[in-house]
């Protein structure tokens, strides 16, 4: 039967079409419409998934973390090992991830009919996701707060004399009016935009701790509600929705961006803090933490192993070029992180030169950044309620792209392996998933709440990320075999994967996500916020939600080799074997190897639908001649063996 099939591929290349190999689109031979499957979406335009992507990965941390990484190692000379990590460890990853979910068009879970042995790792995937979409919308939370509270001519974070400011507050105004008329000494003043943030927005001085959370907060609460309204609304229909969504959210924070950079680059100072941010320090290169700090904000800031981007790409048309998107979205968002760098410490540099004191002592990382000290500068300005608007709504902006992903994620991988019973019901079940994580994030909207929310930032995507990330590369390169993989890229895209991208996934890739492992073990310092020191029992149970996600594939071992017989061993080879139905959803797209692994079908039908559609041979006909051809010769040489 196969000698059948090649001598008819053979001839299909000689032979003319004649027009009766032409059918309407009513005929019984199939659908020849998209290459996407009807029933489970897909997007309308190839720019909804480019701006998915970008949205996606251009979020909170290119705002807060890259420009403190970037300062603290090395200054300039950070960008050398940033953009070294970028091609050993960000692109490729990135491609691969793409690469799996558009090849089979299925989520985090059922991707991995791959090798169903570890379908585990889909699942703890999942975990993860869940456990970040909780956190990570009460930050978007803390972001419609402050928007709301910039709706007025005078920040409430402006001045001291508020009911919440305490003896120690010291106003900008008064330390820049000279040391002489300072009631007390600056080292031991808090400014009127931290003891806002802690002391009204968090309310913290209600709790004693993580073991104390209080009541809770419902201005809060109110806010956090309304964030995931506004995220339930967005992906309530899928991608056809959030698709068009981020033409909005993905571009409009580069305008805010452009705007909130020019206006900074024109401040007073703003050349010391620009030059704080940048002034390359060489040496640093030698010391291997600087390394790690690079890998590291290139492992976050892409987005990688959170199963977003896999999400993505699976409603993707099969031949889609995911080959140039990648480098578009990686670049991109390399050089969004460099200018979100110049944007904070332009202003920064004039906060610096207003309070009269050193830009490090002004700078600092995390929500700390976004919520205290831009604020704090953003008084400072002429009409400083527009600027902390403009801020805070582009804050909100990249924060929703990354939280639309997280919740396809999430959606896209139950309903894919349930699709009869969940998948008629989209909407019913992310409403139901919206509801239940809202509820289990009330804790965080309490007086202790940013004490959980540490703990969840710390835990929830640290090590169990990394093991997730590391098993996915090795499984695709080790189990189900580079060669293979290279072979269904081939298929999809025309061409193989080239000898970087192979370099990269078989050695270069996972040894240095396995360096960082090591070295995130090795470092372990335990979770403080501030001057509270977590307890013991805080930190077990940080450590157990990220062992948890690591369990997972255990778990899915076990339970892949129950489900097969023979004896262990056997068990275990089959459950590591590709499914019968891995490959493309669509079966006018099982070329080559895959047309065998469809019912009945040991014949050129797929071939022939593509000729029906096209009127003749396209490219990627081509191609799977020639894949089909490969195998044959491989097959003749291990006979031969």
């Not at 309310?203 to 201005?219: A, E, K, L, T, Y």
């Not at 977590?534 to 450590?543: H, M, Q, S």
Request: neutral net charge; proline residues 5%; aromatic residues 14%.
């Amino acid at each position: 039967m196969k000698q059948v099939r090649q001598q008819h591929l053979r001839k299909s290349l000689t032979q003319p079409v004649t027009p009766d190999l032409l059918v309407s689109p009513s005929s019984q031979d199939g659908d020849l419409g998209s290459e996407c499957p009807e029933d489970r979406g897909n997007w309308t335009g190839r720019l909804d998934f480019l701006l998915s992507c970008i949205g996606y990965c251009v979020g909170l941390g290119n705002v807060w973390r890259f420009p403190y990484r970037a300062y603290t190692n090395g200054g300039g000379a950070f960008l050398v090992p940033y953009f070294i990590m970028l091609a050993i460890c960000g692109i490729p990853i990135f491609f691969m991830e793409l690469s799996l979910g558009q090849f089979s068009s299925l989520g985090p879970l059922a991707v991995w009919k791959i090798s169903p042995l570890f379908k585990g790792v889909g699942m703890g995937t999942i975990l993860i996701v869940s456990l970040v979409a909780i956190y990570y919308n009460m930050i978007i939370a803390y972001v419609l707060f402050y928007l709301f509270a910039s709706l007025t001519s005078d920040l409430p974070w402006q001045h001291c004399g508020n009911w919440w400011n305490t003896e120690l507050c010291l106003d900008h105004h008064v330390i820049k009016a000279g040391n002489n008329t300072l009631p007390v000494n600056i080292s031991n003043t808090v400014s009127p935009s931290e003891e806002y943030w802690s002391r009204y927005v968090l309310h913290i001085q209600g709790s004693s701790g993580i073991g104390d959370p209080g009541r809770i907060r419902w201005n809060l609460c109110l806010c956090l509600l309304l964030s995931w309204t506004i995220v339930y609304l967005c992906i309530l229909k899928g991608v056809k929705s959030s698709g068009k969504v981020v033409y909005f959210t993905a571009t409009f924070p580069y305008l805010i961006l452009v705007m909130l950079l020019i206006r900074g680059v024109t401040l007073e100072g703003a050349w010391k803090g620009i030059q704080f941010y940048l002034t390359p320090q060489f040496d640093h290169l030698l010391s291997s933490k600087v390394w790690i700090e690079a890998a590291l904000q290139i492992f976050y800031s892409l987005g990688v192993g959170f199963g977003g981007l896999l999400t993505f790409a699976s409603y993707n048309t099969f031949h889609q070029n995911i080959y140039r998107d990648t480098f578009i979205v990686t670049l991109g968002n390399a050089i969004t992180s460099i200018l979100a760098g110049f944007a904070i410490f332009s202003v920064l540099g004039y906060m610096s030169q207003e309070l009269g004191v050193p830009v490090n002592q002004v700078a600092k990382a995390g929500p700390g950044l976004a919520f205290v000290v831009y604020p704090q500068a953003m008084t400072m300005l002429p009409l400083s309620p527009f600027w902390s608007f403009l801020f805070f709504f582009m804050l909100l902006t990249l924060g929703l792209d990354s939280q639309f992903a997280f919740m396809e994620t999430i959606v896209t991988a139950v309903t894919d392996e349930f699709p009869y019973y969940l998948r008629p019901k989209k909407a019913s079940f992310s409403a139901v998933i919206c509801i239940a994580l809202f509820l289990m994030g009330l804790i965080l909207t309490t007086e202790g709440g940013m004490y959980w929310l540490v703990l969840l930032d710390d835990y929830s995507a640290g090590f169990g990320l990394m093991v997730v990330v590391i098993t996915t590369c090795l499984v695709v390169t080790r189990v189900y075999g580079m060669k293979r993989f290279c072979r269904d890229i081939h298929m999809m895209l025309g061409f193989k994967p080239g000898p970087y991208f192979r370099a990269c996934w078989m050695v270069l890739s996972p040894a240095t996500m396995m360096a960082l492992l090591v070295y995130n073990i090795v470092k372990y310092q335990p979770s403080e916020y501030g001057n509270y020191r977590f307890p013991t029992w805080a930190e077990v149970l940080g450590i157990l939600m990220g062992v948890l996600s690591c369990l997972m594939i255990p778990m899915g071992m076990l339970v892949a080799v129950l489900q097969e017989e023979g004896t262990l061993w056997e068990r275990v080879q089959q459950a590591s074997r590709p499914a019968m139905d891995w490959g493309p959803s669509l079966e006018e797209n099982r070329t080559g190897m895959y047309v065998a692994s469809l019912a009945g079908s040991q014949s050129p039908k797929p071939l022939m639908v593509h000729m029906r559609k096209y009127g003749g041979i396209t490219s990627y006909e081509n191609t799977a001649i020639q894949v089909d051809r490969e195998m044959e010769e491989e097959e003749d040489e291990e006979s031969m063996i």
